[in-house]
């Protein structure tokens, strides 16, 4: 039985992409970090930080797991960039796989959460705000339509040309911590008519009051990872792990600094040793500066997680049984964990306290509600959406 065992595993190694089942795991996990720590941030009318201790495991925990966004699109693109069929037998997979549980998570938030009537109504311009994660789909989306466009140039791109891009994206990558440096005040955060909060950017090179599309802008945003996945499937060779480990590692520390350093200076330098402190959706913005995925710490923290990644091979019974159909459930957990996630971070904070009234002391209460929330809410999602994935006809419209 054992050998029959190792068999099955060792053919679907062969056929799958190993590391990028692990990855895809480890992302969707991270994505539960982030949202079990936003109470400890943010809360009354924006932003509020409770404590310093607060502060610390904020910036700690939120920076650690803040490249889990850029994973999912390096396993797209290693995947799918370039198109191995026609666009539009593409499209249609992405349909099925993507659009359609988007659709019916989409109408399911829509139907909890206020007035459903208004929420179905503010579907058709844009994602429910109560579902706010869904922002990433519509982003998703976009990336695939431009997917059988660039393709033909993916396929004939050589080494050195497809780094010069690389560069160029990962300059963009400067630009938010440019405009600060560069600014003679400190950041400002307008509101738009629907109250969403944008931050005010100091021009560069070609911005104006009435052009947005500078000459970085379409080298700027989720592309750069794109060109990334391209990047290490056709050119990136895996080194030894001691090798990968002396160029990935460094690359995670340096991109990881960055993105803590920034949000905690920030959040240190406004309380000035006074807890609580806060503030509206404005601050919250610029408190996030450094944590947005198209900034220089979350793009090198990037690069050393593929590349350790990447020397993963396990593929033994553990991840034929229990991993790989995680996996393979990941996209339907991401769509659907805030109803878990929400429930469970609600459940541990009443009942453990937060901040200064914790149960555990204003230093470990924190911690525990954090990684508690993640775990727990993983756990029950995995199981819920294997478990819907395996109906027969049905399962792939809900989890994809």
Not at 22 to 36: D, N
Not at 87 to 105: D, K, S
């Amino acid at each position: 039985m054992d050998k029959v065992d190792k068999k099955a595993s060792s053919s679907l190694a062969v056929k799958r992409e190993v590391w990028i089942d692990w990855m895809r795991v480890a992302a969707c996990f991270m994505v539960m970090v982030v949202h079990a720590m936003e109470p400890f941030y943010i809360g009354g009318q924006g932003a509020l930080v409770r404590t310093e201790a607060d502060a610390w495991w904020a910036a700690f925990f939120n920076s650690v797991v803040r490249m889990c966004v850029p994973l999912f699109i390096i396993a797209s693109s290693y995947l799918q960039f370039p198109l191995r069929y026609t666009a539009g037998e593409f499209f249609r997979r992405r349909v099925v796989r993507v659009l359609v549980p988007f659709a019916v998570w989409s109408l399911l938030y829509a139907l909890l959460n206020g007035d459903p009537a208004a929420n179905l109504y503010g579907l058709l311009f844009n994602f429910d705000y109560c579902a706010g994660h869904l922002w990433f789909v519509y982003m998703l989306i976009g990336i695939y339509l431009l997917m059988p466009m660039l393709s033909p140039w993916a396929v004939r791109v050589g080494k050195r040309e497809l780094q010069a891009y690389l560069a160029v994206c990962f300059f963009t990558t400067l630009f938010p911590l440019l405009r600060d440096w560069i600014s003679s005040e400190s950041p400002t955060v307008i509101l738009g008519s629907t109250g969403i909060p944008r931050q005010a950017l100091y021009p560069l090179w070609g911005e104006c009051s009435w052009n947005s599309y500078g000459l970085f802008y379409y080298f700027s945003g989720f592309i750069g990872y794109l060109l990334l996945g391209l990047y290490f499937r056709r050119f990136a060779p895996v080194h030894s792990w001691g090798r990968t480990l002396a160029v990935a590692l460094p690359c995670w520390l340096a991109g990881f600094a960055v993105v803590m350093v920034g949000f905690l200076r920030r959040v240190l330098s406004m309380a000035d040793g006074c807890f609580p402190v806060g503030g509206g959706l404005d601050t919250m913005i610029v408190w996030e500066t450094t944590w947005c995925n198209d900034t220089i710490g979350v793009a090198l923290m990037t690069v050393g997680t593929v590349m350790m990644f990447r020397r993963v091979t396990a593929s033994g019974r553990f991840y034929v049984r229990w991993l790989m159909p995680v996996s393979q459930a990941s996209y339907g957990m991401y769509l659907s964990h805030i109803l878990v996630l929400s429930a469970v971070s609600g459940f541990l904070c009443s009942r453990l306290g937060m901040g200064e009234d914790g149960v555990l002391g204003e230093v470990w209460t924190t911690p525990v509600q954090i990684v508690g929330s993640a775990c727990l809410s993983f756990v029950v999602v995995a199981v819920c959406c294997v478990g819907l994935r395996r109906i027969p006809g049905l399962g792939k419209y809900l989890v994809g």
